[in-house]
């Protein structure tokens, strides 16, 4: 899109600072122009620092939320009722890792390096999706997290298929589709419980219950207490309001807990007929900072484990490193010798 900008605080004298006050003046004119026609911004196209900063930030964050959350349902593989139950789990977790390898591949694309996300959410500088400091109790658990979690991710999601950032964007067509499959499974499980006895239609009773008002706290704070909401809608990386998605996924939800013969924990949840939407009950703001802060069930132990994991991977990344290591060696003695080289120096 647009040739590499110098830093303003390299020009030292008058008219070298008018000259690279002009170029940056272009060069946001070009991406502005870029993100006002719906381009795509690209890896090497210039971007302004801020917008730079704030992919990262959701990027990573997105990421982290991805392999974070491995660990509620993870706790369920070994329990699952039956084969066919755990193959489906497994491998729902193992898409939650891929998913993750693409975020942070997205990130590295804007210059920063996973070893360096992975220190910020190891040392809490980074966060995660508030959702997964939350336990799974039961095996309904993992029923209510595929349809109320992965649902709420695909309603943020699928607007983020059109975010502003190239590698963003194509990597959100992926997870979309496997996250539908995700939202799937935890229905068709929460149904076969709804449907069997009374005591495995109270177990999934109970998991929606606890779930339903954490899952609506996924969409962030509400529009007036999002700091960045407004300027990354400008940007076209989020396309909607943190409310007006958590209000669509309100309106989907309805429904689809009439069908399955459960019911959504809210006295106040009714059709209003003149908004043409749900109206609903208050959310608990508190418990959300509270869970940000790290005051959540299960802050500490999501992140021991995390660190535990890393740690203990620290072998296989190593092997993989050596292993590529060698094999760029290997390649290089195979590649043919320039024309002239004498052939003892590509011995
Ligand atoms: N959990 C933790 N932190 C949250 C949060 C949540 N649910 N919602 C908002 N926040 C944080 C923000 O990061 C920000 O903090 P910061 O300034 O320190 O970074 C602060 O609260 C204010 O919120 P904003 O509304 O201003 O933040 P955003 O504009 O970034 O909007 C968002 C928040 C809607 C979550 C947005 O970042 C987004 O769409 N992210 C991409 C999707 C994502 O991260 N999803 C994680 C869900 S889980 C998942 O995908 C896994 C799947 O398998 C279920």
């Known amino acids: 899109m647009a040739t590499a900008h110098k830093a303003p605080d390299v020009a030292r004298d008058g008219a070298a600072a008018a000259a690279v006050v002009t170029d940056i003046t272009e060069l ?165 419980l709804s449907r069997g006895t009374p005591e495995q239609h109270a177990m999934a009773q109970d998991a929606v219950d606890r779930w339903w008002w954490p899952s609506l706290m996924m969409f962030g704070p509400p529009d007036a207490e999002s700091s960045h909401s407004e300027q990354s809608m400008t940007w076209k990386i989020k396309r909607h309001s943190n409310d007006e998605l958590r209000q669509r996924f309100v309106d989907i939800c309805v429904p689809q807990a009439e069908s399955l013969g459960l019911t959504l924990p809210d006295p106040d949840l009714r059709w209003n007929e003149e908004r043409g939407e749900h109206d609903f009950g208050p959310i608990d703001w508190s418990e959300f900072w509270s869970v940000l802060k790290g005051n959540g069930p299960c802050n500490e132990q999501r992140l021991t484990q995390r660190k535990q994991a890393h740690d203990e991977g620290a072998w296989v990344r190593d092997a993989a490193a050596a292993y590529a290591a060698k094999h760029s060696d290997h390649d290089k003695d195979r590649r043919p010798a320039a024309p002239g080289t004498p052939a003892e120096a590509t011995a």
């Not at 620092?49 to 997105?62: G, N, P, S, W």
């Not at 991805?66 to 729902?92: C, D, H, V």
């Not at 996973?114 to 220190?119: S, T, V, Y």
Request: glycine letters at 6%; a negative charge; aromatic letters at 10%.
């Open 28 to 192: 946001e004119a070009v991406f502005d122009a870029a993100v006002a026609a719906d381009e795509r911004i690209e890896p090497r196209d210039w971007m302004p620092d801020a917008y730079r900063a704030t992919l990262v930030r959701q990027i990573a964050q997105h990421a982290h939320s991805e392999i974070i959350g491995m660990q509620p349902e993870a706790n369920w593989i070994t329990r699952a009722p039956s084969l066919r139950r755990k193959a489906i789990l497994m491998a729902k977790v193992q898409d939650e890792a891929g998913h993750g390898l693409y975020l942070y591949s997205a990130a590295e694309t804007l210059g920063v390096s996973r070893d360096e996300l992975l220190d910020k959410l190891h040392s809490g500088r980074q966060k995660y999706s508030s959702i997964f400091n939350y336990p799974t109790l039961t095996w309904a658990d993992v029923g209510a997290i595929g349809w109320l979690v992965d649902g709420a991710a695909i309603t943020n999601q699928v607007p983020l298929c059109r975010c502003s950032y190239g590698p963003y964007a194509r990597a959100m067509v992926r997870v979309c589709k496997e996250e539908s499959f995700h939202q799937r499974q935890g229905y068709e499980l929460l149904l076969a």
